[in-house]
Nanobody
Framework: VQLQASGGGLVQAGGSLRLSCAAS????????MGWFRQAPGKEREFVAA????????DYGDSVKGRSTISRDNVKNMVYLQMNRLIPEDTAVYFC?????????????????WGQGTQVTVSS
């Protein structure tokens, strides 16, 4: 499975962005999908996860209430809508996919990782 994230960019504080992640390859093996982020000098941080059906979602505390994860299994896409962005959201955002269900916040749940997309929020 190959994952390609896109949609990052420069946005002012208070603005919104929608990140997309396109999956290709053996997408039938994908179950859980998630987003993580890594800011300069910091460890990678869990952002959001979604189950295969889309019925189950989980969010990191730092984005809870401001972000929505969704997926389209027909198009093999996962999305992250982020609203009310703050400078602390500045990071490289990565999408990930796992072949089985698991704890969304645990990086070990995921088998596949994409290259990141940069999000920069200016104050």
């Amino acid at each position: 499975v190959q994952l390609q994230a896109s949609g990052g960019g420069l946005v002012q504080a208070g603005g919104s962005l929608r990140l997309s992640c396109a999956a290709s390859g053996r997408t039938g093996s994908m179950s859980i999908m998630g987003w993580f982020r890594q800011a300069p000098g910091k460890e990678r941080e869990f952002v959001a996860a979604i189950s295969r059906s889309g019925a189950g979602t989980d969010y990191g505390d730092s984005v809870k209430g401001r972000s929505t994860i969704s997926r389209d299994n027909v198009k093999n896409m996962v999305y992250l809508q982020m609203n009310r962005l703050i400078p602390e959201d500045t990071a490289v955002y990565f999408c990930a996919a796992g072949g089985r269900s698991g704890i969304g916040a645990n990086e070990k749940t995921y088998d596949y990782w994409g290259q990141g997309t940069q999000v920069t929020v200016s104050s």
